[in-house]
């Protein structure tokens, strides 16, 4: 546990007396959900606790993520609003890219894509007896969080904190976030230019890029370059697919993520349960957790590669934000797995629908 003695705890923050009242009311509510009954950032829910049960951690975060390794297993959550990705092994191989500010955790159980230029503070959690570090972005939406396991090393967990827990901290100020307006394409568009090159493309990373040269947002991409490469999908299809997948016991690879990270587990999934609006899988190592009365559009997208074609089913939100993505397990230099492949097109054949509107 990290000293706090020189610091007094943050009972006049302006969300503390909002986030008492809700506790001493008996609310249930997960931080997400609870931060938006209050009318407040789940960053600001953190922050007005500090020093009761929340201690600042120091940037620059990477070189904290760097030494997680040495505490052995720890939990990942990685979500959005409509998707919660949860996998527990080794913080390890963590590798950095200053320039970028990007970070990699390439292990078979922890595969994550950090955005560390997006994150604005980082926090040492204790809630009903679970630690966590947890991070945000500058709109105060929680990015990533890492938890402590009854597998972790706790000495090693504590003199980490002991390390990296701010000693003066500043609380941090979150700024309102601005709604995405809905968009058409730019007026310069040009379509053949724009099919060219999505045909032409040699690796699914290029893709993001290429949407970037021509002003296009995922959803708008996917409308616009005809039923050669994208068919759209009946929203509540994704179920389906992991249902098929866990029945034909195939490998998949299932991408969740926000602006500050992208989480990724790849292998097969076994327990399924739909809990209200919650699809979920329960497996030992990996847990999802899909809002599927959330999705507005969903998409087989087909991309050409330098291994051939490369197949994924992605959902999006009434915003046009990513929700989830779906591939067969491959890596480079792979071929696409034909299971993959069965299972795509038995979802189309059941699935398709005419998309309803361009984001």
């Known amino acids: 546990m990290p000293q706090t003695t020189a610091i007094r705890p943050n009972t006049e923050h302006p969300a503390y007396s909002r986030y008492q009242a809700a506790i001493t009311s008996g609310s249930t509510l997960r931080a997400r959900e609870l931060a938006k009954e209050l009318g407040i950032t789940e960053g600001d829910l953190v922050a007005c606790r500090q020093n009761i049960d929340t201690w600042q951690l120091r940037a620059p975060f990477h070189l904290l993520l760097a030494e997680l390794k040495n505490v052995g297993e720890v939990m990942t959550i990685t979500r959005n ?31 994550l894509r950090l955005f560390i230029g997006q994150w ?26 890492i938890y402590r396991t009854d597998n972790t090393l706790a000495d090693k967990w504590d003199a980490l904190l002991a390390e990296y827990c701010d000693a003066s901290p500043v609380i941090p100020a979150y700024l309102p976030l601005k709604e995405t307006p809905i968009n058409q394409p730019p007026a310069a568009f040009d379509q053949a230019a724009f099919a060219d090159d999505w045909a032409n493309l040699k690796d699914v990373h290029e893709y993001h890029g290429m949407l970037q040269k021509h002003g296009l947002s995922r959803t708008q991409a996917l409308a616009l370059i005809g039923s050669q490469w994208a068919t759209p999908l009946i929203p509540n299809s994704l179920a389906y697919v992991l249902t098929l997948a866990q029945e034909r016991a195939a490998d998949i690879m299932v991408f969740v993520g926000n602006p500050g990270c992208i989480q990724i587990y790849s292998g097969p999934v076994h327990k399924l349960l739909t809990q209200g609006p919650w699809f979920n899988v329960l497996d030992a190592a990996f847990n999802l957790h899909l809002r599927t009365d959330q999705i507005a559009q969903a998409w087989v997208i087909e991309r050409p590669s330098s291994d051939g074609i490369i197949t994924s089913i992605e959902a999006f939100s009434a915003k046009g934000d990513s929700i ?36």
Request: hydrophobic share 30%; no cysteine; aromatic share 10%.
């Open 81 to 111: 609003d409509q998707a919660v990705h949860e996998t527990t092994g080794v913080y390890h191989s963590f590798q950095f890219a200053e320039a970028r500010k990007t970070g990699l955790v390439l292990s078979d159980a922890i595969d």
């Open 120 to 145: 604005h503070s980082g926090f040492h959690v204790v809630e009903k007896g679970r630690h966590s570090l947890q991070f945000f972005d500058k709109h105060g939406l929680a990015v990533h969080k």
């Open 324 to 359: 989830i993505t779906l591939f067969g397990k491959r890596k480079p230099g792979q071929p696409e797995l034909t299971s993959w492949r069965d299972i795509v097109h038995a979802t189309k054949q059941q699935y398709t629908e005419e998309p309803s509107y361009v984001r």
